[in-house]
């Protein structure tokens, strides 16, 4: 199975920016950000496929977040901007050899997460 560590996560006003790194043992098809709030189902947030690149965003962070990757160091960002409290959650990243996209259920690799807290 593939590793990943997250990090880069913290606390934050609105409107501010956070940028969160994963860090894999290893090349993946797609890997993706998902979060989950308290009592919430984990949603997908956004993904990238390794080798066309294509993305894919939930319509709630369009605009304001970023996914990227760097192949060479086997690491994925997301770039958070303009962050709201809606926004506070547990967000984990998550690697697929399946498909590429946001559904949960395709991903079979997981971190252990980081935090981002939005104060108002």
């Known amino acids: 199975h593939m590793q990943l560590v997250e990090s880069g996560g913290g606390s934050v006003q609105t409107g501010g920016s956070l940028r969160l790194s994963c860090a894999i043992s290893?090349?993946?098809?797609?890997t993706a950000w998902f979060r989950q709030a308290p009592g919430q189902e984990r949603e997908g947030v956004a993904a990238?496929?390794?080798?066309?690149?294509?993305?894919y965003y939930a319509d709630s962070v369009k605009g304001r977040f970023t996914i990227s990757r760097d192949n060479a160091k086997n690491t994925v960002y997301l770039q958070m901007n303009s962050l709201k409290p809606e926004d506070t959650a547990m967000y984990y990243c998550?690697?697929?050899?399946?498909?590429?996209?946001?559904?949960?259920?395709?991903?079979?690799?997981w971190g252990q997460g980081t935090q981002v807290t939005v104060s108002s």
């Open positions: 990238v496929s390794s080798g066309t690149r294509r993305t």
């Open positions: 998550a690697a697929t050899s399946v498909t590429c996209g946001l559904r949960v259920a395709v991903f079979s690799d």
């Open positions: 290893g090349y993946t098809y797609c």
